[in-house]
């Protein structure tokens, strides 16, 4: 009797048993399998939505950078005098509206020459997909890189606010129909860039900013 007994507890599983216990272990693998895929799939989105964010940043950093300096004149402090030369790197466009495309000027010259040279010409324009700066010369290089992302749009808006400096002058204007004594334009430009991941086409990402254009343009000059 006591044999038999220990004969029974030397007795293995069964194969039902064994069954159940893969069925259960398979199970197990598939959700741990599962979680760790999902786990996987949202930090390569993460990364890609990192990545995209961040290559947007960089060309945004280097537009707004630029953009600010647009306008720089070796000869501003004498914009409000009378007779003085207007300002050659004034101009920023657009101007009026909304476009794909900004063009600016800033002077290079060690002494300023008042003339707009060709290497003092710069901008920014969106074609086929990439964000191209101007660097000086009519020579056009990729700011952004396609192989990483494709810009689907940019977008730069300009305003305006116009300020009297009236005040500022030594004589007071005489009183008229016709505004007189000199006004100073403030500048600024918003820009947008949406742009679209080359790895994963379904990350898009878009990124503004507000860019103060430093140096602002005076209109007038005070009365003689």
């Known amino acids: 009797m006591l044999g038999h007994l220990i004969?029974?507890?030397?007795?293995?599983v069964t194969l039902v048993e064994l069954m159940v216990g893969l069925a259960i272990g398979l199970i197990i693998v598939a959700a741990a399998s599962t979680v760790l895929v999902g786990r996987i799939r949202e930090h390569r989105a993460m990364l890609v939505e990192s990545r995209l964010m961040q290559d947007l940043r960089t060309g945004m950093d280097i537009i707004t950078r630029d953009l600010r300096r647009?306008?720089?004149?070796?000869?501003?402090?004498?914009?409000?005098?009378?007779?003085?030369?207007t300002n050659p790197y004034a101009a920023v466009a657009p101007a009026l509206a909304a476009s794909d495309a900004v063009s600016f000027q800033l002077s290079r010259d060690a002494a300023e020459n008042n003339i707009l040279d060709d290497n003092e010409q710069f901008g920014f324009r969106l074609?086929?997909?990439v964000i191209e700066m101007l660097i000086g010369g009519g020579s056009w290089q990729a700011l952004t890189d396609s192989g990483t992302m494709a810009i689907e749009s940019f977008e730069v808006t300009p305003k305006t606010q116009t300020v009297s400096l009236r005040d500022a002058c030594e004589k007071t204007c005489e009183p008229g129909p016709v505004a007189c004594g000199p006004t100073q334009h403030v500048r600024s430009l918003t820009v947008a860039i949406t742009g679209r991941s080359a790895a994963d086409n379904r990350v898009v990402r878009s990124l503004g900013s507000?860019?103060?254009?430093?140096n602002d343009v005076i209109v007038g000059a005070c009365p003689t």
């Not at 647009?70 to 030369?85: D, E, F, L, T, V």
């Not at 507000?210 to 430093?214: A, G, L, P």
């Open 7 to 12: 004969r029974r507890r030397e007795c293995g």
């Open 70 to 85: 647009s306008g720089y004149w070796g000869n501003a402090a004498s914009a409000m005098r009378p007779a003085a030369p």
């Open 210 to 214: 507000q860019v103060r254009i430093r």
């Open 127 to 129: 074609r086929k997909g």
